[in-house]
C-alpha cells in the first residue's frame, strides 16, 4: 500500500499552474533551490534511459534582456490576435489567460531565473519522421515537469513558453548551446505571490476518454 498522503499530492498536481502574474519579480532565487528541484528531476523517465539532458539557467540580467528581446520577437501579434479571438467568441477563462501571457512577454527579463531545458539531438536528422521528434520530446517533458512540480512545493512558480524557439539559434549563440542539443523550451522561475493556487475549469475525465479504441 502506498504511503503517499494523497490529498497534498493530489493537490500539488492539481494547483501547479503556469504562473505569469504572480511571479515575484524582487524577491531572489536561491542557486541551491534550482539545483535542487534539477536534482529531483532527473529521477524522470526518459527514452532508452539516455538521460540526455542540459539545463541552461540563466540569472544574468543581461543575458535575461536579450533572451526576454527574443521572446517578444517570438510572440510578435500572436498573443494579441488570439486575445481579441477569445474575446469575440465570448470565452473568459481564454481571455485572461492571453492576457496574463502577454504581461509575461513584457515582463520576461525580469524574472530572475530563465530555465533552459535542452535535450542532445544530434542523432536526429531535420528531416527525421515525426515519431523520431515526438520520442524527444517525450524524453525530456516528464523532466521538466518534475521540475516545475518541486518549483511549487518550494513556493516557486514558472510557465513553459516555447516562443522564443522562432529565434533559438539567436539565444544558441549567446548561451554558447551547441549545435547537437535542441533548446525546447524556456521557463521564467521566480517565487510567487502566495501560493494559494487552485485547480483550474476542465472538463470532465469522460468527455475525453475512449475506451478500447476512438469508437466506445
Known sequence: MTTFDLATTDELLSTTRAVRKRLDFDRPVERSVITDCIDLSQQAPTGSNKQGWRW???????????????????????????????????????????????????????????????????????????????????????????FQLALRARGLGSCLTTLHLAHETEAAALLGIPDNMVQMALLPVAYTKGTDFKPAKRGPADDIIHWEGWED
Not at 477569445?86 to 530572475?112: C, N
Not at 544530434?122 to 527525421?128: E, L, M, Q, R, V
Open 56 to 146: 541552461i539557467v540563466v540569472t544574468d540580467a543581461d543575458k535575461r534582456k536579450t533572451l526576454g528581446d527574443l521572446y517578444r520577437k517570438g510572440v510578435g501579434n500572436y498573443l494579441e490576435t488570439a486575445k481579441q479571438a477569445a474575446e469575440e467568441r465570448g470565452a473568459t477563462q481564454d481571455t485572461r489567460v492571453f492576457d496574463s501571457a502577454q504581461y509575461l512577454a513584457e515582463r520576461m527579463q525580469d524574472a530572475p531565473v530563465h530555465v533552459i531545458p535542452c535535450i542532445e539531438a544530434g542523432h536526429i536528422a531535420a528531416d527525421a519522421p515525426r515519431r523520431a521528434w515526438i520520442g524527444l520530446g517525450g524524453s525530456i517533458f516528464p523532466a521538466i515537469w518534475s
